[in-house]
């Protein structure tokens, strides 16, 4: 039987733990020490990634540009990108991250938008050329660390 090897980046909840990389030995898996780890994790849905279905807004905006299209509506242009950047400085803090560890979850599943960390092919200045953004990277790392 062929074995496959998979590679998983787990953010490991908690002020003592960092990031690490686990991967898979037969069935189990396991951290580069060979140690079998059980995931206890929590999605964190709904937060760099909004959706329909977990908002219950999928009747009227399914995906996160036309629930972004709605806010605007009602608050304006303005007024949406004003609520985004609280909504996403504030929906899932450091603290959060911590309180998860103390209730004994050590993973969290974080959805991520890729407009939070790179532009549309569209908007790229060189075509081809990826063009990262900042954005998302710090939210990662200040979640995390």
Same mark, same amino acid.
């Given at each position: 039987?062929? #074995?496959? #090897?998979?590679l =998983?980046?787990? $953010?490991?909840?908690? /002020?003592?733990? /960092?990031?690490q $990389?686990?991967?898979t /030995?037969?069935?189990?898996?396991?951290? @580069? !020490?060979?140690?079998?780890? *059980?995931? #206890? &994790? =929590? &999605?964190?849905?709904g937060w760099? =990634?909004q959706? &329909?279905?977990?908002?219950?807004?999928?009747? $009227?905006?399914?995906?996160?540009h036309?629930?972004? *299209?709605?806010i605007?509506?009602?608050? &304006?242009?303005?007024?949406?990108?004003? $609520?985004?950047?609280?909504?996403?400085k504030?929906?899932?803090?450091?603290?959060?991250?911590? /309180?998860l560890?103390?209730?004994?979850? !050590?993973?969290?599943?974080?959805?991520m938008?890729? !407009?939070?960390?790179?532009?549309s092919i569209? @908007?790229?200045?060189?075509?081809?050329?990826?063009?990262?953004?900042?954005?998302?990277?710090?939210?990662?790392?200040? =979640?995390?660390?």
């Amino acid at each position: 039987m062929k #074995r496959i #090897r998979l590679l =998983l980046a787990i $953010f490991c909840v908690g /002020s003592h733990t /960092s990031a690490q $990389f686990l991967k898979t /030995s037969g069935q189990r898996i396991v951290d @580069d !020490n060979g140690k079998e780890i *059980q995931l #206890r &994790g =929590l &999605g964190l849905g709904g937060w760099m =990634l909004q959706e &329909g279905y977990m908002l219950k807004t999928a009747d $009227f905006a399914g995906t996160q540009h036309s629930i972004k *299209q709605k806010i605007a509506e009602v608050a &304006g242009k303005k007024g949406m990108e004003d $609520f985004y950047k609280a909504y996403l400085k504030n929906g899932i803090t450091k603290k959060d991250i911590d /309180s998860l560890a103390k209730w004994g979850f !050590n993973s969290v599943r974080l959805p991520m938008h890729y !407009n939070l960390y790179t532009l549309s092919i569209e @908007d790229e200045p060189v075509k081809g050329q990826n063009t990262w953004l900042e954005e998302g990277f710090r939210m990662t790392d200040d =979640l995390m660390v």
